[in-house]
């Protein structure tokens, strides 16, 4: 958020806050600003929604740089979760099914959504049940990692599914 400072400021009248934190009360820039002026520092408008705007003595250049570092220590703490794609036809065979779900499973484990797509080609379609079993028993499967978020659902030709990672702690 971009803040006026010192002539950027064009409203008649402001509320003052000292760079001490102490309400200075309410007068017009041209004095506010004398007056962050004569304390060598600037006025910076941190309310422009308030009647009057309210406003602050202050460094300036030492204000952004803190708000700046807050912001790199609140994205540093952000988990950001992929959603990872796990493939299969209805015509899995068992080995290749249990290579899947370990990947899943893999995925889950660090906290990452998987989304399970079931591919349907040609005459496979009249058999979507298939697809709904296989779906059932992969879930079955991760259960011990991974909730379902999204049950099963068909999509053109394709059948899918979302995993989420458990809660911890549970």
């Known amino acids: 958020m971009d803040h006026q400072i010192n002539e950027e400021i064009r409203d008649r009248e402001v509320r003052l ?7 200075l009360g309410v007068m017009s820039a041209e004095e506010a600003l004398a007056k962050a002026e004569e304390a060598g520092l600037d006025l910076v408008k941190l309310a422009p929604k308030a009647v009057p705007p309210v406003c602050r003595i202050m460094d300036y250049g030492k204000f952004k740089f803190e708000e700046e570092k807050k912001e790199k220590e609140a994205r540093k703490k952000q988990k950001v979760v992929d959603i990872k794609e796990v493939r299969m036809t209805p015509s899995i065979d068992v080995h290749d099914f249990n290579v899947k ?8 484990k660090s906290g990452d959504k998987v989304k399970v797509t079931v591919r349907f080609k040609g005459r496979e379609l009249a058999h979507t049940e298939i697809g709904t079993t296989l779906q059932a028993r992969f879930a079955e499967s991760c ?9 099963a659902k068909l999509e053109g030709r394709q059948m899918i599914m979302f995993l989420a990672p458990k809660p911890a702690g549970k």
């Open 17 to 23: 806050i000292s760079a001490e934190g102490e309400q």
């Open 101 to 108: 779900v370990n990947s899943a499973v893999k995925f889950l």
């Open 143 to 151: 259960a011990e990692y991974g909730i379902v978020e999204k049950p």
